[in-house]
C-alpha cells in the first residue's frame, strides 16, 4: 500500500509565500488605484498556501481589506467587516452575487469564471466557519 507523500512547506517557505502574497495584495491594490502606505500585520491573516487576507492603509488614509491567495485578488473598504474573520464571509457572500450575476450573462467565459467563484466563495465560507482558523477573534 502506497502513502501518499505531502510536500510540506519549511518555514522559510511559508515566510516568503506570505511575502509574496503581501506583494500581490499591494500590487493588486495599486491596479486599483490605490498606493498602500502601511499593513495591520496584526488584524492581518494567513492560511498558508491557500489565502491571506490583509489589512492595508492606503496613502490617502483609508484601511482596505485585500485578500489573495490561490483564489482571485479582490478588495474592499475597511468598514464592510471589523476583523479578518469577517472579512472572508464579507468576500464569500460578494462572489456568490458576483457569480449570480455572471451566470445571467449567457457569456461562455463568464460563466466558467462565476464557477471558479462559486467554488472559491464556499471555501471561503468553509474557513470562515472553523472556529480553529479565528483562535481569539
Known amino acids: 500500500m502506497a502513502q501518499e507523500q505531502k510536500q510540506e512547506m519549511t518555514v522559510e517557505q511559508q ?4 511575502k509574496d502574497q503581501y506583494q500581490v495584495a499591494t ?4 491596479t486599483q488605484g490605490l498606493v498602500t502606505d502601511s499593513v495591520v500585520v496584526e488584524e492581518s491573516r494567513y ?6 487576507i490583509w489589512k492595508l492603509k492606503a496613502l490617502d488614509g483609508r484601511y482596505f481589506w485585500v485578500i489573495c491567495g490561490d483564489l482571485p ?8 467587516a471589523p476583523n479578518a474573520r469577517e472579512a472572508v464571509r464579507h468576500f464569500s457572500f460578494k462572489w456568490q452575487m458576483q457569480a449570480e450575476n455572471l451566470l445571467k450573462t449567457g457569456d461562455k467565459e463568464q460563466e466558467k469564471f462565476a464557477q471558479l467563484l462559486i467554488g472559491r466563495a ?3 465560507y468553509d474557513m470562515y466557519q472553523q472556529e480553529k482558523l479565528w483562535g481569539l477573534e
Do not use: R
Not at 15 to 18: F, K, L
Not at 47 to 52: E, Y
Open 27 to 30: 500590487k493588486y491594490l495599486a
Open 47 to 52: 492560511l498558508v498556501p491557500i489565502m491571506s
Open 15 to 18: 515566510q516568503q509565500w506570505i
Open 73 to 80: 485578488s479582490d478588495h474592499n473598504t475597511f468598514d464592510v
Open 122 to 124: 464556499e471555501g471561503l
